[in-house]
């Protein structure tokens, strides 16, 4: 039994009561037609690890909870605490007697979070797959209130660089939506691999979906300075989902109330679909190979009209596939020299009356974007969407480069997620100590996570409403299995989600407070089987000896985001 002092995130209101309820054989749970789904769920998730039957109460027409029963119902019902824009969706009251549970959301999300607190009340074990134990399962008398401050909390989980299946997604989702996280950003396409199965033009992944090697490690300097892979595997790489994957992982997360947005990256980005069809390109007579290194490749589409429809036909399948109300058109990091240097190129800038390369690719984003809107979406994309100044106000933009891209956005009028690097990567080093493995960028610790807000200073009362969340990005060029994954996720989504979910709408953000519910929480992430990084350090087999990373200092990396930047600052 746990208090609700101990919850994660940290509730609105949480007022102890007197006494416990019990979870015992005869223990029924009861749900509304809206809350079917989150019933299914309680079930599942007690009798695998309760081994209690925990079966259906029987039909009542009563509005008060039957006693030894657990009640999941939706309510339209002001007293709730208001989330962001006075939506009730995700709100939710949890109300724990000696006589029984009764559970109110605004929406079936609303009672589903409201679950997700009472497994928190409840002994960690129970968020086993399998019994440990005979109990006993008893739950605090407690009423808490609670919604969030956010409406989009999510993470991006790359699997173009390292292909995770599908079964280690749903285990990803699951992680999520037991803290509240919301959004799964699928980040599926990219250089080193395509990994969504698209009808219309199989070699995408017959040709995009594997390498036949992958770097280890960062790049580092030779004599004369010049980075370079320090080694490479040698070893084939690949994976993708069939189009019946994906609406297995996107219904298996519904069901979990997390939206899956998926992102096709676009102009740049692209040398795997290049490899796949080198039409696409700027130079369709030089072949290109899925890449096999990190970083940035020069190649990029070509502005043709023909490429832009090939990318309008991925989106209409992509479409169908995913019903989240955004799609990902990427955006980021496109190099121009390909384009500075090709004669067809800068005719195609000058017969579309543009100015230069950057309007280019602003022009190409807004093709896509404008498709994405047609079908009822709306398209989303990093922030370097923002150059050239034409981007069109119902796209919304992903700061990823600190905040600055939020503060033009917001102030140009577009919806924003704030993800700023040196806040939320979570593929970031986690210390200086010399055996963190593949040690990239910054130092991001859980106490900078904690901190994160993702509305920037200087914006007006009206621009502010425009930050409709954040997310945290996981990288995954050094991430190659789920055991390292885990490593780098946790604890740190957990502060995710209390900067999100809680931020400062509970009060005052206490760093040591939340640091003692963390410590309870460990026990939790260790009955889900999840690898947490702990606050000592990487265990011997966490280490990666001899691989080298590209550390950064903090002063380094904000001069360089500032400079890269400068185009978009206002």
Not at 62 to 86: H, I, Q
Not at 134 to 147: I, R
Request: negative net charge; hydrophobic residues 40%; charged residues 25%.
């Amino acid at each position: 039994m746990v208090e609700s002092d101990m919850l994660i995130p940290r509730p609105r209101s949480a007022r102890p009561g007197t006494g416990a309820f019990e979870i015992v054989p005869a223990t029924r749970i009861a749900a509304d037609a809206a809350s079917e789904s989150v019933r299914l769920y309680l079930q599942q998730t007690l009798r695998g690890s309760t081994g209690l039957p925990v079966r259906d109460a029987a039909e009542s027409e009563s509005a008060s909870v039957e006693p030894g029963t657990v009640s999941l119902r939706v309510v339209d019902d002001e007293s709730l605490p208001a989330g962001p824009g006075d939506d009730r969706t995700e709100s939710f009251r949890l109300t724990v007697t000696t006589d029984g549970i009764d559970i109110a959301g605004g929406s079936a999300a609303g009672v589903f979070y409201g679950v997700q607190a009472l497994l928190q009340l409840l002994p960690a074990d129970v968020h086993r797959h399998g019994r440990v134990g005979s109990g006993p399962w008893s739950v605090p008398a407690t009423a808490v209130e609670d919604a969030p401050a956010f409406a989009w909390r999510g993470v991006m989980l790359d699997v173009a660089r390292h292909f995770r299946t599908k079964h280690e997604v749903m285990r990803v989702v699951d992680q999520l939506a037991a803290h509240r996280i919301n959004r799964l950003h699928f980040h599926l396409t990219e250089d080193q691999g395509w990994r969504i199965e698209i009808l219309k033009y199989p070699r995408l992944t017959e040709i995009g979906s594997w390498r036949r090697e992958s770097q280890v490690g960062a790049h580092v300097p030779d004599a004369d300075g010049v980075l370079h892979p320090a080694a490479f595997d040698g070893r084939p790489h690949g994976g993708y989902y069939t189009q019946d994957d994906i609406r297995e992982i996107v219904a298996y997360a519904a069901d979990r109330f997390v939206t899956v947005v998926p992102e096709i990256e676009t102009p740049g980005h692209v040398r795997a679909a290049l490899a796949a069809y080198p039409e696409l390109g700027v130079h369709p007579e030089t072949p290109v190979e899925v890449w096999t290194e990190w970083g940035i490749a020069d190649d990029v589409l070509n502005a043709d009209d023909a490429t832009i429809d090939f990318f309008k036909d991925v989106l209409d399948e992509v479409i169908a596939l995913f019903p989240s109300g955004y799609i990902g058109i990427g955006g980021d990091e496109c190099p121009k020299v390909q384009w500075e240097t090709d004669p067809r190129t800068q005719e195609r800038i000058r017969s579309l009356g543009l100015e230069d390369e950057e309007q280019l690719q602003a022009w190409i984003i807004g093709q896509l974007a404008a498709h994405v809107a047609s079908h009822g979406r709306r398209a989303f994309g990093w922030d370097e969407i923002l150059e050239g100044g034409t981007l069109d106000r119902s796209a919304t933009v992903l700061s990823w480069r600190g905040l600055t891209g939020a503060r033009t956005a917001a102030k140009r009028g577009h919806d924003v997620i704030s993800s700023p690097d040196d806040q939320v990567y979570l593929d970031y080093r986690q210390s200086d100590l010399a055996t963190e493995p593949i040690p990239v960028s910054i130092v991001l610790t859980v106490d900078d996570v904690f901190a994160f807000d993702p509305v920037p200073s200087g914006l007006t009362d009206a621009e502010r409403a425009h930050v409709i969340g954040g997310q945290g990005n996981m990288w995954t060029e050094h991430v190659d299995t789920a055991r390292k994954l885990d490593y780098q996720l946790f604890p740190r989504v957990a502060a995710l989600a209390e900067a999100l979910w809680s931020a400062d709408v509970t009060g005052p953000r206490d760093l040591a407070e939340f640091r003692g519910r963390l410590a309870e929480h460990t026990a939790r992430l260790e009955a889900m089987g999840i690898e947490y990084r702990h606050e000592a350090g990487p265990f011997p087999w966490e280490q990666r000896p001899g691989v080298p990373g590209r550390p950064h200092s903090r002063e380094d990396r904000a001069a360089y985001i500032d400079a890269i930047t400068a185009n978009i600052a206002e």
